[in-house]
Every structure is written in structure tokens, then in C-alpha cells.
């Protein structure tokens, strides 16, 4: 982002996690209250970045194990004759989405466990930082009124 700007900037999609990326503002004089919110919006996106990164690659990586294995099984190869590559029928990719689901259920869960609690952190910052603001704001106000 610009040296001028005074926003969070949001990247193109992740090629491995498909999330946007966010380069946040830092403020100037950044109180340790908002450094705190910052870090904490920051190390979210970390682990969110991490997470899904390792999902997509395990998805996509069994996905085609599954693909050939069914393929095999029916002695057909990866690619059909005219080199389009062969796919299965949406009653059988069902049967692969369900048994990973499955599969991946305690993760899933542990990280909706994990992403609740950082999303109520955040939220308990970004209450407190709007309190400070709103005083700061109103001392401000306070004190040019009284000139």
C-alpha cells in the first residue's frame, strides 16, 4: 500500500488457502491497546491462512488418489483418448466429499472451536478500542470547547 494510506489493504485470493490476504494500517501512535487488536486480527489471519492452506492441499491431494483409484478400478486411465482428462460422475465425487467430511470432522471442529474464541478476542478489542477512541474523542472535544 501507499506510504499515505490509512486503511488495511486486501491481496487477491491465497493460491493454496483461497482467502484474501490483509496488510493492516498501522497507526502512527498506535496505543498498546490498539497494537493489541491489530496483532490479535493478525495472528487470526495467520492461523485462518495456515488452516486452510493444509485443508485445500489435503482435499486436492486425496481428491485425485480417490479419482484414480476409481478409475483404475475400472480400468480406465487419467486421460481418455482424446487426452481430455476422465472424470467421475457426481453419485461417486458425492461418495468422496461425504467419506472427507467425515474424515475431517474433529478438525473441523477444533478449528471452529479456535476461530469462536479469536473472533470473541477481537471483538472484546475492537469494544475497548471504540471506548478509548470515544473518550479520547470526547477529552479532546472537552478541552477545545473550554478555549
Known sequence: P??????DWI??????????PVIFYVPPEESPLERR???ARQEAQ?????????HNRAFHQEKEE?????????????RDETG???????????DFYKDF????????????????KRNFTITFLMGQVALLRA??????KKKNVGN
Open 2 to 7: 501507499p506510504a499515505h494510506s490509512r486503511n
Open 11 to 20: 491481496g487477491p485470493p491465497d493460491k493454496h488457502s483461497n482467502l484474501r
Open 37 to 39: 487488536l491489530r496483532e
Open 46 to 54: 495467520a492461523c485462518n491462512q495456515r488452516f486452510w492452506a493444509l
Open 66 to 78: 480417490f479419482i484414480y483409484s476409481r478409475l483404475k478400478a475400472k480400468g480406465l486411465e487419467m
Open 84 to 94: 481430455k482428462k476422465a472424470t467421475l460422475n457426481a453419485e461417486e465425487m458425492a
Open 101 to 116: 467430511l467425515s474424515k475431517n470432522f474433529r478438525k473441523h471442529m477444533q478449528y471452529n472451536r479456535d476461530w469462536y
Open 135 to 140: 473518550l479520547r474523542w470526547l477529552r479532546w
